[in-house]
């Protein structure tokens, strides 16, 4: 069984700053790529940031240059450290990963976290 744990939600006022953290755990062989995503109420599930292995990123273009994406392999941890954080940044923050669970199946299995909700307001 593969799992995956977000921590680090909560209320930041306008303007402050928060770090999302991923703990990966179960029989994993390796993670291609680690992503978050949010949802906030009534809207879709929206990719925020990716990185794959070898560390290369993807952002939404909302969040460029506040939010920065970080894993550590050997850790099997991701991190979302946001900056600057905007009320429309309110949402539930999910942690998505791709993982191989052995080294004779190339076929990825996609693992969602349960989600850590972030609160934008004064």
């Known amino acids: 069984q593969v799992q995956l744990v977000e921590s680090g939600g909560g209320l930041v006022q306008p303007g402050g700053s928060l770090r999302l953290s991923c703990a990966a755990s179960?029989?994993?062989?390796?993670?291609?790529?680690m992503g978050w995503y949010r949802q906030a109420p009534g809207k879709e599930r929206e990719l925020v940031a990716e990185i794959t292995s070898g560390g290369n990123t993807n952002y939404a273009d909302s969040v460029k240059g506040r939010f920065t994406i970080s894993r550590d392999n050997a850790k099997k941890m991701g991190y979302l450290q946001m900056s600057s954080l905007k009320p429309e940044d309110a949402a539930v923050y999910y942690c998505?990963?791709?993982?191989?669970?052995?080294?004779?199946?190339?076929?990825?299995?996609?693992?969602w976290g349960q989600g850590t909700p972030v609160t934008v307001s004064s």
């Open positions: 179960g029989t994993i062989f390796s993670i291609n790529v």
């Open positions: 998505n990963a791709r993982i191989r669970k052995n080294p004779y199946i190339a076929r990825a299995l996609e693992v």
